[in-house]
C-alpha cells in the first residue's frame, strides 16, 4: 500500500507560478498528477513512468513540468503561466507496475487526499 500526501497549493494571480509536492511512503514506477474542478470529471495533468517518460495534457504543455525524486520518493508538478481555468483539487497518484504512466485515472491504484489551487 501507497501512501500519497500532497502540499504546494495555494491562490495565486494568474500568470503567476506555483509548485506542488507529493511525498509517497515507496516507489512506484508510475506516477501521475491530476486535477478536478467542482462539477468537472478528473482529469490528468501529467504523468512520469519508468526511465522519466513523461505525459502530459495539451491543455499544460508547455506550462507544467512533472518531476520525480526517486531517492526521496517525491513528485513534483511545477506550474508556470496559470490561468484562471487551472483552479482545481490537485491530486497525485501512484501505479506500482511498470507499465507505462496514463493519464486516464482508473490506471491508478493510489490516491492522495488533494491540494487546492487557485488562480483568479
Known amino acids: 500500500h501507497v501512501q500519497l500526501v500532497e502540499s504546494g497549493g495555494d491562490s495565486v494571480q494568474a500568470g503567476g507560478s506555483l509548485g506542488l509536492s507529493c511525498a509517497a511512503s515507496?516507489?512506484?514506477?508510475?506516477m501521475g498528477w491530476f486535477r478536478q474542478a467542482p462539477e468537472n470529471e478528473r482529469e490528468g495533468v501529467a504523468c512520469?513512468?519508468?526511465?522519466?517518460?513523461?505525459t502530459y495534457a495539451d491543455s499544460v504543455k508547455g506550462r507544467f513540468t512533472i518531476s520525480g525524486d526517486n531517492a526521496k520518493s517525491i513528485l513534483y508538478l511545477e506550474m508556470n503561466t496559470l490561468k484562471p481555468e487551472d483552479t482545481a483539487t490537485y491530486y497525485c497518484a501512484a501505479n506500482p507496475s511498470r507499465w507505462p504512466c496514463s493519464l486516464w485515472a482508473p490506471f491508478y491504484d493510489y490516491w492522495g487526499q488533494g491540494t487546492q489551487v487557485t488562480v483568479s
Open positions: 512520469i513512468g519508468q526511465g522519466g517518460t513523461t
Open positions: 515507496g516507489y512506484s514506477y508510475s
